[in-house]
C-alpha cells in the first residue's frame, strides 16, 4: 500500500516532496503577491509570514495525521520551487471527500504546471484506491481553476457555500479517468 506522506511522484518537469518549516520564506513571498492570493482565504491571519507559516504548519499537522496535505513541486536541477499540490479530505456539505488542490506560484503560471500536478495527484489517488471520486473546491470567481479541472475531466457538480465562500465543486470519478 502507497504511503503518501513518503511518496515523492514525478513529471519529466517537476517531482513532489513534503513541505517543511524552511518552504515558509518562499510561501510567504507567495502571500505578498495580491493578484496570487486574490481569491485565497485570509485564515484570519494578518501577516503575509504568519500566513505561510500557518499553512505549512497545516500541512504538516495533515501528513503526521493521514490527512494527506499539499506537497511541494520541484524543479528537478534547480530545486526550484513551482508550487504546491497534492490530495486533502475535505467536509462538503456533511461529507468528507478527497480533494485535489494546487497553488502555483505566478511566474509559473500558463506554462501547465497546475493541470498536469494535479492529473498526477488525480492518477495516486485512483491507481491506490483512495477514493472512487475526487473534487476540486473552486472559488465561483476563480476562472483559471475552474478551466484546470475541466482540462482535466472534472465536471461542475454543484454550487454551494464552503468555508464562508461561495464556491463550485468539480468532481470526476476513478471510471472517467
Not at 35 to 50: H, M, R, W
Not at 97 to 112: A, D, P, R, S, T
Not at 165 to 177: A, L, Q, T
Request: hydrophobic share 35%; charged share 25%; aromatic share 12%.
Amino acid at each position: 500500500m502507497a504511503n503518501y506522506y513518503e511518496d515523492c511522484l514525478q513529471t519529466p518537469r517537476f517531482h513532489t516532496r513534503p513541505l517543511t518549516i524552511a518552504d515558509v520564506p518562499a510561501w510567504t513571498a507567495f502571500f505578498e503577491d495580491k493578484e496570487a492570493v486574490e481569491l485565497f482565504p485570509d485564515l484570519g491571519i494578518k501577516t503575509s509570514q504568519g500566513r505561510a507559516e500557518y499553512w505549512i504548519q497545516r500541512q504538516i499537522w495533515r501528513y503526521e495525521n493521514e490527512q494527506y496535505g499539499l506537497k511541494a513541486l520541484i524543479e528537478p536541477g534547480t530545486d526550484a520551487l513551482i508550487g504546491q499540490c497534492g490530495l486533502l479530505i475535505q467536509e462538503v456539505d456533511g461529507v468528507k471527500e478527497l480533494e485535489v488542490g494546487y497553488h502555483i506560484f505566478k511566474k509559473n503560471w500558463g506554462q501547465g504546471f497546475a493541470p498536469e500536478a494535479a492529473k498526477l495527484f488525480m492518477n495516486y489517488a485512483f491507481a491506490n484506491k483512495l477514493s472512487d471520486s475526487i473534487i476540486s473546491i473552486i472559488d465561483v470567481r476563480n476562472i483559471k481553476s475552474q478551466r484546470v479541472a475541466e482540462k482535466n475531466g472534472l465536471h461542475r457538480e454543484k454550487q454551494t457555500n464552503w468555508s464562508g465562500r461561495d464556491v463550485y465543486i468539480y468532481r470526476i470519478s476513478s471510471n472517467k479517468i
